[in-house]
T-cell receptor, first 114, second 112 residues
């Protein structure tokens, strides 16, 4: 079974502080994604990566950076956290080679910015 | 405009009853439509994927239909169990996670 693990599970940050969310996958998947989930919204794509040392912007990248130092690891970085970034963040991976690729999700990180 | 709309927003059924969840979308391309289950505090888990113009799938007590002409999908859950309590999310898009669009989900509660 594919495995995506996120850390931390929850975090409280102060406005203006730096936050790093981590994601690790053991699926040997090329693609990794960061989404945020807000009440009343479907998941929205922040950043994604299809190869180590390269990241791409998703639909809502403003205020976020991403880092993919290896195939297994993908981080989301909030350099200056803001109240509006309070949300649940999900990491996912997928195998691009499959004809109907399945997204495998981590359990999420609940971020509260005060 | 919301590209993937799900209804109802929430639903309460008694254990053993059947239920139907709806997904209407305006996303293009719509190569794949996938239904996910999200338990409270957990990540999304894929239940089934539909790909054909008029498609049907079955996965145990879960069955789904897709009509791309109507841009409409249904998820049927037969003989619900308490463990079916979750949010069910419809996702539509091409064969790439980068362009898929997520619905806001239907929150299902199964009561004894």
């Amino acid at each position: 079974e594919a495995a995506v693990t996120q850390s931390p599970r929850s975090k409280v940050a102060v406005t203006g502080g730096k936050v790093t969310l981590s994601c690790h996958q053991t699926n040997n998947h090329d693609y990794m994604y960061w989404y945020r989930q807000d009440t009343g919204h479907g998941l929205r794509l922040i950043h994604y990566s299809y190869v180590a040392d390269s990241t791409e912007k998703g639909d809502i990248p403003d205020g976020y950076k991403a880092s993919r130092p290896s195939q297994e690891n993908f981080s989301l970085i909030l350099e200056l956290a803001s109240l509006s970034q309070t949300a649940v963040y999900f990491c996912a991976s997928s195998d691009r080679g499959r004809s109907a690729e399945t997204l495998y999700f981590g359990s999420g990180t609940r971020l509260t910015v005060l | 405009k919301t590209q993937v709309e799900q209804s109802p927003q929430s639903l309460v059924v008694r254990q053993g009853e059947n239920c139907v969840l709806q997904c209407n979308y305006s996303v293009t391309p719509d190569n794949h439509l996938r239904w996910f289950k999200q338990d409270t505090g957990k990540g999304l888990v894929s239940l089934t994927v539909l790909v054909d113009q008029k498609d049907k799938t079955s996965n145990g007590r879960y069955s789904a239909t897709l009509d791309k002409d109507a841009k409409h999908s249904t998820l049927h859950i037969t003989a619900t169990l308490l463990d079916d309590t979750a949010t069910y999310i419809c996702v539509v898009g091409p064969n790439s996670g980068t362009y898929q669009r997520f619905g806001t989900g239907t929150k299902l509660q199964v009561v004894p």
